[in-house]
């Protein structure tokens, strides 16, 4: 089976940094995936990571260690629209297990 | 594009009644998942499909079926709603990937269950 352990809420003040961490215990991994859910509308895909190290895209950046099941998502200059659910998700055999999320609330 | 479409966005049961939503996509993806999400948690796999005629078990199958008769098409049915079913229902599609690559899931807006 599959289990991926974060936090459950992160509060941070806008401009700053946070990031968000993600456990997993899984058999059959190809990577660790990051979304995020606005107030219960659609998940959005953010980023990828299939090999150990750093993926950046803007603000946001993610890191995997392969060897330590962990991986954490970075968000930098933080705003107010940050203000959202994110979830780790590990990418198996043609399918993606989720985390329960990790609520973010960005204060002025 | 209108990416990946469900419908009914909200519906509300009797127990026992039975449904089923719809979901469809316009972007020729191979595969496509449902998954339900409870309040402050997370996505939960309930079935999914690797390409059309073909269906697998997710975590929680329990008390769903679905079929995939077409590639742009993937139905979720409840043949005797519970309360326990109650929940918010999203519907998503990706293209085959490889090996290393990423399993990018566009979701559909999510269909609002209620079961009384």
């Known amino acids: 089976g599959q289990s991926l352990e974060q936090p459950s809420e992160v509060t941070a003040v806008e401009g700053a940094i946070v990031q968000i961490n993600c456990t997993y215990q899984?058999?059959?991994?190809?990577?660790l995936s990051w979304y995020q859910q606005h107030d219960g509308g659609a998940p959005t895909f953010l980023s990828y990571n299939a090999l150990d190290g750093l993926e950046e895209t803007g603000r946001f950046s993610s890191f995997l260690s392969r060897s330590d099941s962990y991986g954490y998502l970075l968000l930098q200059e933080l705003q107010m629209k940050d203000s959202a659910s994110y979830f780790c998700?590990?990418?198996?055999?043609?399918?993606?297990?989720f985390g329960d999320g990790t609520t973010l609330t960005v204060k002025p | 594009n209108a990416g990946v479409t469900q419908t009914p966005k909200f519906r509300v049961l009797k127990t026992g009644q039975s449904m089923t939503l719809l979901c469809a996509q316009d972007m020729n993806h191979e595969y496509m998942y449902w998954y339900r999400q409870d309040p402050g948690m997370g996505l939960r796999l309930i079935h999914y499909s690797v390409g059309e005629g073909t269906t697998a078990k997710g975590e929680v199958p329990d008390g769903y079926n679905v079929s995939r008769l077409k590639k742009q098409n993937f139905l979720l049915g409840l043949e005797s709603a519970a309360p326990s079913q109650t929940s918010v229902y999203f519907c998503a599609s990706s293209y085959r990937h490889s090996i290393s690559g990423a399993n990018v899931l566009t979701f559909g807006a999510g269909s609002r269950l209620t079961v009384l």
């Open positions: 899984t058999s059959g991994f190809y990577g």
């Open positions: 998700a590990v990418r198996g055999a043609g399918k993606s297990t």
